[in-house]
């Protein structure tokens, strides 16, 4: 994930950057480099490798500027080399991204027509021809980076130096978190408190679409119309930061929100996203072609997400999936196929249940291939192959990014299997990889109106039983949405899927029972809604998650409507879907005073059977 600072300072900003880069190191990061002001004109310095390779040039050649940006990149489009690096810069601005800009593509064929030259192969350096050309024509820096704002899609943190302009630093958010920091000596922007901490004494969050002008008198946060907002300030706690809850109540609020950012970086670790393809970071130890079955073991929210990934294993790579909790597989005394492939999910590495498949797959010979979160965990090291989410630590117990990670790991570990085992077209695998590419935006639009969940939330708050209802991989994330609402609110939920309903649950329907419908518009939208009908028929209590299409198709009186954007990630919704699922579960669990980030009886890591 990369790093970001901006300091507006009093002295030479050089060190100051070095020591805030450091401070973001944990993040992962390929390559650095920095940018300043020397006589008012724009000058950077970049390197690959480690910092001390920056470090190493700045020793040849010393940069004096009092205004500066920082960057440590983690490569998402483009090999990670120093032309690569940020700042990405051109005569008028230095930029500093983090993120994945999902037009850039578009952007940089019609900047390209208007004569820019780029001279790398990042999505990011399309962003600052996109500001050079709106000030080409007569712009100002703040009206080029609003206009500028405008035209991009994805998610994305942003930090804006402009060639000239010795007191003016312009910083922006959309689904990846920015801070600007006040301290003694400067003003400052960072991609999270930690690199502000020596500086900073305190601190304000951008909100979701806000950017930021700062000068060393003056800070104005803008909102996404333009229009001038304050955002609270607060005293930077030092020793808080590696687990801040930065501006949110609870770490299961911040955790939700970050999602943008880490499935984002997670879908870059596994994609080529410069070429439109599955990239896994690892060799298959085994023959895709030759494999006749997958098997899939984990706990909880793990094997929810493990659910979900048997319809894309099916259809993208062709494997029949075998799929069990680990509890009951570990004791089932299983058949598994010569040479097999057995997939474990965890975001803790350490569940004993899930530990105890994997080594009964191991003894039954099978090549063990793990997605979990804590790189240095038991299963981790267990395994054959790690294949890790890049989710950060995960404080809160109700599993929220861990999950839609471990999405994003299944969803590109299927496309790659498809490709190797010749069942996709290349064709088909870019079609799909776009989709993908487009859900942290799609997640950041969900975020962003996130107060028309509380109304719901507060119905649902009444309820004593609850019904998820949801097809093809909508079913076991109506599966996930029931379980979030019982960890945390203690009301007794149940996830079905939405066509077995008529099998047994249709009798329990009344209208003191919410039924809330999962409906993406996918190939089974028009199914689900013939369900969501059949619960109307019987003066259901109807809560629809889904597009405006879904709600004019099932014409239906509905207690509550989430609507959600009408394309959103085809095959991969559920990536998207997940997010009101969770700030519903959440928000029900506030309204009720519950205790959200420790619910009761609950571990965060269940080491014991
Ligand atoms: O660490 P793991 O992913 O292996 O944990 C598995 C489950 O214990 C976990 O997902 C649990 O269900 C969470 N409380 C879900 O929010």
Not at 304 to 322: Q, T
Not at 340 to 349: D, E, K, P, R
Request: one cysteine or more.
């Amino acid at each position: 994930m990369c790093g970001i600072v901006g300091i507006l300072g009093r002295e030479p900003v050089a060190p100051a950057l070095i020591d805030a880069l450091k401070r973001l190191e944990y993040r992962g990061y390929d390559s650095a480099g920095v940018a300043t002001l020397e006589n008012g004109r724009l000058t950077r310095l970049r390197a690959s490798g480690k910092l001390r390779n920056l470090q190493d040039k700045l020793k040849e050649t010393p940069l004096s500027g009092h205004i500066g940006l920082g960057h440590t990149r983690w490569a998402t489009h483009g090999r990670p080399n120093e032309n690569n690096a940020h700042p990405h810069a051109n005569d008028r601005v230095a930029v500093v991204h983090n993120g994945i800009i999902e037009n850039f593509r578009e952007l940089r064929e019609e900047l390209t027509a208007k004569g820019h030259v780029f001279a790398t192969e990042t999505d990011s350096e399309a962003v600052a021809h996109l500001v050079a050309e709106e000030m080409r024509q007569g712009s100002k820096p703040r009206e080029a980076v609003a206009a500028a704002l405008g035209r991009l899609k994805g998610a994305f943190a942003l930090v804006f130096l402009f060639d000239g302009e010795l007191d003016l630093l312009i910083g922006a958010r959309r689904g990846s978190p920015l801070a600007v920091g006040w301290g003694d000596d400067g003003v400052y922007l960072g991609s999270d408190a930690l690199a502000l901490a020596p500086f900073a004494k305190e601190i304000a969050y951008l909100e979701e679409d806000d950017w930021v002008t700062l000068t060393r008198e003056k800070t104005t946060f803008f909102d996404a119309a333009g229009r001038i907002v304050e955002r609270a300030r607060r005293p930077l706690q030092a020793g808080s930061l590696m687990v801040d809850k930065g501006n949110y109540r609870h770490y299961m609020a911040k955790e939700i929100h970050e999602q943008p950012e880490v499935v984002g970086r997670t879908l870059a670790h596994y994609l080529d996203l410069a070429s439109g393809t599955a990239r896994l970071p690892f060799d298959l130890a085994f023959d895709a072609k030759a494999l006749s079955r997958v098997t899939i073991s984990a706990c909880g929210t793990a094997f929810y997400a493990g659910l979900v990934a048997r319809y894309w294993l099916e259809r993208f790579a062709r494997l029949s999936v075998e799929i069990d909790i680990a509890s009951e597989f570990r004791y089932r005394e299983a058949p598994l196929p010569e040479g097999g492939l057995m997939i474990v999910v965890s975001q803790s590495g350490e569940t004993a249940d899930t530990l105890a498949a994997l080594r009964y797959a191991k003894a039954h010979g099978q090549h063990v291939l793990s997605i979990v979160n804590v790189e240095t965990s038991t299963i981790a090291r267990e395994s054959d192959t790690v294949a890790q989410t890049l989710a950060g630590p995960e404080i809160g117990v109700a599993s929220t990014k861990a999950f839609t990670c471990q999405l994003a790991v299944f969803a590109c570990l299927a496309l790659a299997l498809g490709r190797a085992r010749g069942v996709l077209t290349e064709e088909r695998e870019k079609e799909l990889v776009a989709e993908l590419i487009a859900t942290p935006g799609l997640m950041a639009q969900v975020l962003k109106d996130e107060a028309r969940i509380e109304p719901v939330a507060r119905d649902v708050a009444r309820a004593s039983s609850v019904l998820y209802l949801g097809r093809g991989p909508s079913y076991p994330l109506a599966l996930e949405g029931a379980l979030k609402l019982k960890e945390l609110s203690y009301i007794h939920a149940e996830g079905y899927a939405a066509g077995e309903l008529k099998h047994g649950p249709i009798a329990l329907i009344d209208f003191a029972m919410p039924v809330i419908v999962l409906a993406p518009h996918d190939a089974s939208l028009e199914k689900t809604v013939s369900n969501l009908q059949e619960v109307a028929a019987r003066g259901g209590h109807l809560i629809l998650i889904g597009p405006e299409s879904a709600r004019v198709a099932a014409s239906a009186e509905l207690a509550g409507f989430i609507e959600m954007p009408e394309v959103a990630a085809g095959a991969f919704a559920a990536l998207v879907y997940a997010v009101p699922a969770q700030l519903l579960a959440y928000h029900v669990a506030v309204f009720m005073g519950k205790d959200v980030d420790q619910p009761r009886n609950l571990a965060k890591s269940v080491t014991v059977e």
